[in-house]
Structures are given as C-alpha cells and as structure tokens.
DNA sequence: GACATTTTTAACATAACTGTAACATTGACA
DNA sequence: TGTCAATGTTACAGTTATGTTAAAAATGTC
C-alpha cells in the first residue's frame, strides 16, 4: 500500500494528518522530530513524505539532504510544510530538492490533492516500452499491438491481459492471478469469463498459426507460449 | 540576444549590474522608475525583469502586478531585490508572481547564476520550434497551428493540447496526464472538459482525412496518430 | 461595466466493451 | 466407451466510455 511519511511536531496538526490521509487509502507513518525521523524513514522506505520546515531538533534542510543522499530515498518525492511569513524558505527547500510545498493552514482537500499529483509524476509504471514475443508485439507506449506485422484490434480488457501475459512468456497464470492483475483484487467475475477474453483475444491473434500463442493448460490456467 | 530589463535607481547598482550582465553576454535595458519601467517594458519585451522592490515613484508590487497582468509579458521571469531585512516583502513578492529574489548587496556571480537557471527553466516552454507531424504543423513561436497548409483556428487551450500531444506524436496520454501537463497540476476539472477540447481540436483539424491525427484510446486516453 | 471569447459543466446520444448464460466441445480417467 | 469436469464458443443485454451539443460560468477586452 502507499505509504506517507510524515515529520511534524505540532500534535494537533498530526491528527489531522492522519485523519485525512487514511481517508485517502494511503498509509499513514509519522515522526515528530528530524533524528527519530531519519531513523524510521530508512526502514519505512514511503512513496512521499510530508515534512515540516520548523521541526524541534534540526532544520528541514538537513532532513531532505539526508534524503536526497541515501540510495535507497533519494527519488522520494518531498512535500515541505511552511507556515504563511516563511516563504523565503522556498527557495533553500527547493533548493534542496523538494517537490512541492504548501503553506499552513491548508485544507486537507489541497493537501490530498497535492499528494495525489506527485505520486502520479513519480509512478513510472507509465514506462514506455515494446514487448514482444514471437510474432507479437505490444507497445505500451501507443497502446498498439501487432501480430505478424499487421495490427490486432483489442478491447480495453484484451490489452491488459495480453501485457500481463507478455511480462513473463512461457509462464502459466492461474485465472485467479489474472483476475488478480488484471481486473485488480477483490473484484467479483466468475472464472468463465476470463474464457471468454482470452477467446476474443485468440481470434485477435489469429491471422497465422505463428500468432496462435496462447496456450491452454488445463486446470492451471493459461500461458503465452507455443501451443507445441 | 537574450535582453534583461533592470527596474533600478540606484546609479551605483545600475553600474554594476550593466557591466556584469553585458559581460555574460546579454543585452541590457533599464529604467530608473516604475512608470517608465511600465512604459518601455511594453516595447521591449525581455526575456527577464530585474525588479527593485523599493522604488521611487511606485512599489515593486505594482510592477509586478503589471507585468503579470500584460498579455505579452505575463510570462517573463522576474528577480526581485530587496535590501536587508525587508525578508517580509517576499510574501508578497511570490503572491505577486516573482520568479526569484535576491538580497541587497548580493555578488555578481550568485546574479548571473540566478538569472541563468531562471532563463533556463523558462526557455523550455518558450524556446521557439516548430513541430510537425503528418500533415499538421505548430509553430509554437507564431502560436500557429496548419492542417494541410492552411491554417488552422484553435483556442488557447486547444493549442496547448495539441503542443502537448505533439511532443510525443504515437504516445498515449491518459486524461490525468494531459490535466496535468496542460492545465497545471492540482486543478480540478472534469474529465468531460478533455473530451469536449478534444473535440473542438478534432473539429479545426478536420480538413482532410489525413488531418484527422487524434485517436482514442479506450479507457485509457488519447493519443496523436493514424486512427488506422 | 458591457461585450466577446473561452472554458467548463451538464445532459443526452452513441458506440464500444463486458460479463453472463446457455450450449458445444474436448480431454482425462475409470 | 461413457462420464464428468474443464474449457471453447456464441449471442445478447447491461454497463461503461466517449461523442456531441447547448448553455452556464468564467475570463479577458475595450
């Protein structure tokens, strides 16, 4: 699950933190001064933090520095909280590599948002990419995939499945671990319909046997791989 | 040539930053008060505004509320200076719309170097290029967009799609991303409106069929290519 | 402040996709 | 070979995503 990590020393401004950002189906980790802060922050390894500019110990400058060097953070996205008369720290948190800041008091509805947009330019699960596996290609980039040179017209649905099929060739994926991937968990579809995709999508593929790709294996599952 | 316009009236100061900025190779222009500053920035439209925070005849603010409210020169970095212990003023510097700031007296080196990273970040936006793909051209100097040679006539938004998906013609964009790179993150608007630009921009390129260059995506977003 | 332009929302229409059920086929095993 | 379970196939109806239009809201301009 995302997790949020956030420095604040100011009790009441943590709840509401917390509070909100739960809300949000994120999860919630926090330190209420710098030192605790680099010490849980390593182990935790979040996908953003929150930190306060003024905390008790040490200056916020001094925590992104440490996270900026350590190999493991050092592409953390960093959200500063400044309070309003602070801005000339802008340009030293900037400065410093963090990502964003918002000024206190915020709305929480700001703040999610803020968060939200981050996560999403630091996620590179927007990766550009060709798969490709025998005679098939798929370009996660255009969204395009090609069977035998010429282009296969797919649904939404047949796409995903073919991509997850594609990122391990030859392996066999039981259909719950399709629905898992691919319609996401706790999702209710009966077993029968992944039949029905993956018919849809072998008539996709079909202008030569070289395409016919995707194998059977009874009572496992289904796997992209020659048919033998 | 690069031309920065200093907004000063201190004759010493003028001095110096005359000499420093036409050493590192830019042209220099300046005013010694606001309403001459306001007058010629019209005509000579800078690539960057040094801008004095204690002038004369009128605050700094009203400059910058100025510059940020003209159409041609909305988009100019600004640099402020301010004296000493008049760190309250960058409040209100930034809520106006002020690049960057730097404090009274303050080296040459540190000057240029801030002018540059500004001149830098704003250069990508506005570095002049022509893009083309099929029989659509943008001139993103010009702000003109041709669809088989005969111009096309776009809102500002619908432009700023179109640059957007220019820049990488083939690549799909979900909805999310082209809010993002278009209208500023941390906005909120309905996916809806994409798809009502989306169609306003479909319809100005709509000439031929070789112009019809946006394809959709299903459940994923758009992208600019062949419809195939 | 009135006007023109642009942007956004809302409502509805259309097209595309999805999931289910019903039935057909296949393969394994006794 | 008959039986059963698993998978293949098909068609359809419900659902969702997108297209389209018009009007309201916002913005810029004079």
Redesign the pocket.
């Known amino acids: 699950m995302t997790t949020i990590f956030s420095i604040e020393d100011e009790e009441a401004l943590v709840s509401l933190l917390e509070y909100n950002i739960k809300a949000s189906g994120f999860k919630f980790e926090h330190s209420t001064n710098g030192y605790d802060a680099m010490m849980k922050l390593q182990k935790s390894n979040p996908d953003l933090i929150l930190l306060d500019w003024m905390l008790p110990d040490i200056a916020g400058t001094e925590v992104c520095k440490f996270v900026r060097s350590n190999k493991d953070l050092k592409n953390t996205p960093i959200i500063m909280l400044t309070a309003k008369g602070e801005e000339q720290d802008l340009l030293s948190g900037f400065e410093m590599g963090c990502d964003d800041y918002i000024t206190k008091p915020f709305s929480p509805a700001e703040l999610i948002a803020r968060i939200k947009a981050l996560l999403r330019r630091s996620s590179d699960d927007s990766r550009e990419m060709i798969l490709s596996y025998g005679n098939i290609k798929l370009d996660t980039g255009s969204h395009r995939v090609y069977c035998c040179d010429e282009e296969a017209k797919l649904?939404?649905?047949?796409y995903r499945i073919l991509e997850f099929l594609m990122k391990n060739p030859g392996r066999v994926y039981s259909r719950q671990q399709i629905l898992d991937n691919v319609?996401g968990t706790n999702v209710?579809?009966?077993?029968?319909?992944i039949?029905?995709?993956?018919?849809r999508l072998?008539k996709a593929l079909s202008n030569t046997e070289e395409c016919k790709v995707i194998r059977?294996?009874?009572?496992?599952?289904y796997s992209l791989d020659t048919n033998s």
């Not at 209710?188 to 319909?193: A, E, M």
């Open positions: 649904g939404p649905r047949e319609w209710y579809v009966t077993d029968r319909t039949d029905v995709h993956i018919r072998r059977t294996i009874r009572s496992s599952g």
